[in-house]
T-cell receptor, first 114, second 116 residues
Framework: DTGVSQNPRHKITKRGQNVTFRCDPI?????LYWYRQTLGQGPEFLTY????????KSRLLSDRFSAERPKGSFSTLEIQRTEQGDSAMYLC????????????FGQGTRLTVV | AQSVSQHNHHVILSEAASLELGCNYS??????LFWYVQYPGQHLQLLLK??????LVKGIKGFEAEFIKSKFSFNLRKPSVQWSDTAEYFC??????????????FGKGTKLSVKP
């Protein structure tokens, strides 16, 4: 499978714990995006990388959230001191860096904070 | 701030009925427009896209969408739906920065249920 891969698919954690998700984009894509989707809503942008540089962060990305993309390949999204409001589907997408291109999405990581 | 509005939260149709899902966006400049579909238990998949040129774009599975710039709209249509079209449909836009594009802004989605 050469699509966007996300791990784990599901994560249940206790409030206050730290969690980390991984995204492996399509190999030739140099842009990588993180989105969050809650019930009844469309995906909401969190952050994106061009190669290893994090170019934009949404105001939704509180200081408990951090994302990295070392070496411009896979990316990790870490949430520290999780809260129940962090429960959501976290989506990763990747694309080429060109004018007219679409983003390809992974299947997401569903986080449940109990 | 830019936003995308999808007018219908949940649409229920019988097989063979025609479909039109509304989408409006708020941005006065050049945009790229997309419809994504999410089948139950699956990831978001691109249905169709508009970058420039003919405002009537055709996508997969018989779907099409028309970009009407004056109305800031990009409505999705299908002449005859099938049970397998049951899914959630998301309209999305990104701003054409003239060399690259920013992040996608999504609508809240429309859930389509097709009765056999």
């Amino acid at each position: 499978d050469t699509g966007v891969s996300q791990n784990p698919r599901h994560k249940i954690t206790k409030r206050g714990q730290n969690v980390t998700f991984r995204c492996d984009p399509i190999s030739e894509h140099n842009r990588l995006y993180w989105y969050r989707q809650t019930l009844g809503q469309g995906p909401e942008f969190l952050t994106y990388f061009q190669n290893e540089a994090q170019l934009e962060k949404s105001r939704l990305l509180s200081d408990r959230f951090s994302a990295e993309r070392p070496k411009g390949s896979f990316s990790t999204l870490e949430i520290q001191r999780t809260e129940q409001g962090d429960s959501a589907m976290y989506l990763c997408a990747s694309s080429w860096d060109s004018l007219n291109t679409e983003a390809f999405f992974g299947q997401g990581t569903r986080l449940t904070v109990v | 701030a830019q936003s995308v509005s999808q007018h219908n939260h949940h649409v229920i149709l019988s097989e063979a009925a025609s479909l039109e899902l509304g989408c409006n966006y708020s941005y006065g400049g050049t945009v790229n427009l997309f419809w994504y579909v999410q089948y139950p238990g699956q990831h978001l998949q691109l249905l169709l896209k508009y970058f420039s040129g003919d405002p009537l774009v055709k996508g997969i599975k018989g779907f099409e969408a028309e970009f009407i710039k004056s109305k800031f709209s990009f409505n999705l249509r299908k002449p005859s739906v099938q049970w397998s079209d049951t899914a959630e449909y998301f309209c999305a836009v990104n701003i054409n920065y003239g060399g690259s594009q920013g992040n996608l802004i999504f609508g809240k989605g429309t859930k389509l249920s097709v009765k056999p």
